[in-house]
């Protein structure tokens, strides 16, 4: 049952991403700009064009392009990037950690943030402290990352300037680091230094993504958790003397979390979607940073490869977050 | 009724201060020749880096600062606000369109036509909205145009998803299966019983679509690649006050709270719209 569920989800995330690649393929082919006159210096002949054309087989037509990028695509091969001449799979590998780096301490942020405000407001229940709980988590989930990127730019990076606001990490530092995941590793090598400075540099951003989150946790599972509260076993734990803390944490939170924990899983990939804005405001060296960069150069293959491996990452977050459902439900469990 | 509900209650007066800025701003953009102070292009450096006029050395006239070109911001805010609302109604309206349409089709008639609508929309989202705004706009060209095809070529999802939802519900009502049974076709049944139904989720989806407009317009100017750059833009002004922030900070506050105020009112009239709608949460 959980087999044939995970290879039917296997089967259609396969067609999402090929329709991925068809959509981004036919969106770039018929940009009006041309590539490689912008490569090239303005002396250059038609005969220099026509040969770096087919150096880069945009002399095929768009069929025979689409396959040969997507074979190669399957065997790993992405191309190489126009603007940067380096293969693409490289340049992306080495970006993408800092991006996930980025979104897994703004993920982390945001069940830290949303969780414990759900659980104040639960238990605070019915009075001013929720009220206030609401307003805030509504301002906090219409204002989008890009906005709270700008607000906190202008209260940590200028009014109070205890952050830094642009980069991923002081240019003087001497790295030691043989992974991209500069954050991850610093704390494994004990080098604390580093830690901050990387934490110094990633707060900001990683706050700015985290708050939209945040509120949409705060809001689902304090609902959740009010449901909770009125059932049985909830009262009788609540007769047996525990505070109504001890309530909500030791009894309330395991079975209130299952739809968070959905809503979480799907949100995590707008979240990764925002960096691509927030890293440009933050002027930090992710994949989107470098995506923006590609499409301003009008990059194809660096932003072909750019868009099909955030793909990748949506379908496959979405892949264990269904999955992890499936296994927790006891509903699908049995069923 | 406990406390917070009674809170909750009390700031009903929060949509009359969202539509009373809305006004105010959409007002100030249709007049703006009439309403801005200076010309918005106009550079003059004996003028640049303004502040605001309760700061020493304001000058009459310039209300809010200048930028580092010496042109006047609240000028520039309030021509900005004209491609902000052209675009958040004209970006919206589009993407309502399409994506409620597909979504009343996908939801009521179910079948192969859901299945292919459906598989589209996975397709879409797993898109970063952002990054395939900008490559978009890249590559039909920078423009209003562009910008508002852009942005209604990917935001028809969000009302396809929550139209096809809400139709499908309704299909299975008892009032769908009598208009069948009297007679009706298919089409008539959609566009007649089943659409009435779906509208006020569908003018609650607007307004707050009309706010991610905003955004994404400002988003698209920030990356300079909205309109021509002549143009005043609330997301060029930004990406101006972003680069001399620590000399002209006015240049980035301003904008912001712009900005910020319209996205928050936007959101406001769709969920204050939304509650009036539905009779469970009324």
Known sequence: ?335 | MDEARIIRRRLSPRLWLAGGWLLLALLAAIFAPLVAPQDPLAQDLMLERLPPFWLDGAEPGYWLGTDSLGRDLLSRLIFGGRIAFIVAFAAAIAACVVGSTLGLIAGYFGGWADRIISRIVDIWMAFPPVLFAILLVAVLGTGLSSVILAIAIIDWTRFCRVIRAEAMGQSRMDYVENARIAGYGRIGIMLREVLPNVVPSIVALLSLEMGIAVIVEAILSFVNLSISTDDPTWGGIIAEGRLSIHQAWWVLVFPLITLILTVLSFSQFGEALKTRFDPVLR
């Open chain 1, 1 to 335: 049952m959980l087999l044939q569920r995970f290879l039917i989800r296997l089967l259609t995330m396969l067609i999402t991403l090929f329709g991925v690649a068809v959509v981004v393929f036919v969106v770039i082919r018929i940009a009006p700009g041309d590539p490689i006159a912008m490569m090239l210096p303005p002396g250059a002949t038609d005969a220099d064009i026509g040969r770096l054309r087919a150096l880069y087989g945009l002399d095929k037509t768009i069929v025979e392009q689409f396959f040969i990028w997507l074979s190669g695509v399957v065997r790993g091969d992405f191309g190489t990037s126009i603007s940067l001449r380096q293969d693409v799979l490289g340049l992306v590998f080495n970006r993408l950690p800092a991006t996930l780096e980025l979104a897994i301490v703004a993920l982390l942020m945001a069940v830290a943030i949303g969780g414990t405000t759900a659980i104040l407001g639960a238990r605070e229940r019915g009075t001013a402290v929720e009220a206030g709980i609401d307003i805030a988590s509504g301002a906090a989930l219409s204002i989008p990352d890009f906005l709270w990127g700008l607000v906190l730019i202008l209260l940590f990076g200028v009014l109070v300037p205890i952050f830094d606001i642009s980069g991923r990490v002081s240019p003087q530092l001497d790295l030691p680091f043989v992974t991209q995941f500069y954050f991850f590793e610093s704390l494994l090598r004990l080098r604390f230094d580093l830690t901050w400075d990387l934490l110094k540099h990633m707060l900001m951003p990683a706050v700015a993504l985290a708050l939209p989150l945040a509120a949409i946790i705060a809001q689902l599972l304090k609902q959740s958790l009010k449901e909770v509260l009125d059932l049985d076993y909830v009262v009788l734990a609540r007769v047996k003397g525990f505070s109504e803390t001890q309530v909500i944490l030791r009894e309330a939170l395991k079975n209130a979390a299952l739809p968070t924990l959905t809503l979480i899983g799907v949100q995590f990939t707008f979240l990764i979607g925002g960096t691509v804005i927030v890293e440009r405001l933050f002027s930090y060296e992710g994949l989107g940073n470098m995506a923006i960069d590609a499409v301003i150069n009008r990059d194809l293959p660096l932003i072909q490869g750019i868009v099909l491996v955030f793909a990748l990452l949506f379908v496959l977050i979405n892949l264990v977050v269904d999955m992890m459902y499936a296994l927790l439900n006891p509903r699908l469990r049995h069923g």
